[in-house]
Structure formats: structure tokens, C-alpha cells
């Protein structure tokens, strides 16, 4: 079962991954898109916009495995 992560930015701090788990990239670019109140999701999954409140918004939807591997921190 494929397991997604939120990763984030805010206004350009430090990563973050969001508590929940998402089980499909489409699931995660819907939920992006939901707080967003637009399509903000590119096709590469990645997102980039500028909430009501004038926070600036920056992520993606990766696979927990592709994410962990490309940060060097999978640990098995």
C-alpha cells in the first residue's frame, strides 16, 4: 500500500510533514487543493500559493518511501 506525505513549507521555514497520511498522491493533491480553495497541485505534485491571509504556502505530495530516500533518513 502506497503511503504519501504532505511536506510543507510556510512563508519559507523549515519543512514540515502534516500528521496524516494520505493513501494515494490524488487523495493528498485533493486535500491540497481543498485548503487552497483552487487547483494548486501541479502534475509533478508539487504546490505552490499565497493563502487569504497572505501566508505563503510551499510542498509537495511524495510517496513516504521516495521522501525518506531522497532526505537520506530510510532507515531499515
Known amino acids: ?10 512563508n519559507g521555514a523549515p519543512e514540515e510533514i502534516s500528521d496524516r497520511i494520505f493513501y494515494s ?6 486535500f491540497v487543493n481543498q485548503v487552497a480553495q483552487m ?10 500559493f499565497v493563502a487569504p491571509d497572505g501566508m505563503l504556502f510551499k ?12 532526505k537520506g533518513k530510510l532507515v531499515i
Open 59 to 70: 510542498g509537495e505530495c511524495t510517496a513516504m518511501k521516495e521522501w525518506f530516500l531522497k
Open 25 to 30: 498522491k490524488q487523495e493528498c493533491v485533493e
Open 1 to 10: 500500500m502506497l503511503e504519501v506525505l504532505l511536506v510543507f513549507s510556510i
Open 39 to 48: 487547483d494548486v497541485v501541479k502534475d509533478d505534485y508539487t504546490f505552490k
